[in-house]
C-alpha cells in the first residue's frame, strides 16, 4: 500500500455520478495540495482539478467545469473527486497526486479506471 490509497473507481452511464476517494494516512495531510489527474486511452495525462491544502480554493480544467467537484477531509486525511454529469469523453484512469511546495514533494496514487458508456 502506498502514501495515497485510491478507490472509488468504475462504471457509469452517460448523465451518472461517480466519486473518487484518495486516503492519505501516512504524510501530513494538510501541507500538501491534492490533484486529480486523468489519462485517457491514446492521449495524454490531463489535469483535471486541483485543491490547496487548506481546501479554500480549487482549479478546474474546462472540460470538467461545472460537473466535477473537488474537496478534501483533513481530518480524514482524504480527497474527494465527485463527478456529475458524466460524458463518455470522460473515460480515462484517473489518478491523485499529493504535492507540496514547501519540501517539494509528491506522492502519487494508483490509478482507477472509470468508465462511462452507453
Known amino acids: 500500500q502506498g502514501p495515497l490509497v485510491v478507490s472509488g473507481g468504475g462504471l457509469v452511464q452517460p448523465g451518472g455520478s461517480l466519486r473518487l476517494s484518495c486516503a492519505a494516512p501516512?504524510?501530513?495531510?494538510?501541507?500538501?495540495?491534492m490533484s486529480w489527474f486523468r489519462q485517457a486511452p491514446g492521449k495524454e495525462r490531463e489535469l483535471g482539478a486541483r485543491?490547496?491544502?487548506?481546501?479554500?480554493?480549487?482549479i478546474y480544467a474546462e472540460s470538467v467545469k461545472g460537473r466535477f467537484t473537488i474537496s478534501r477531509d483533513n481530518a480524514k486525511k482524504t480527497a474527494y473527486l465527485q463527478m456529475n454529469l458524466m460524458k463518455p469523453e470522460d473515460t480515462a484512469v484517473y489518478s491523485c497526486?499529493?504535492?507540496?511546495?514547501?519540501?517539494?514533494?509528491?506522492?502519487w496514487g494508483q490509478g482507477t479506471q472509470v468508465t462511462v458508456y452507453s
Open positions: 501516512t504524510f501530513t495531510f494538510s501541507n500538501y495540495a
Open positions: 497526486n499529493a504535492y507540496s511546495v514547501a519540501v517539494d514533494r509528491e506522492f
Open positions: 485543491i490547496t491544502g487548506t481546501g479554500d480554493s480549487q
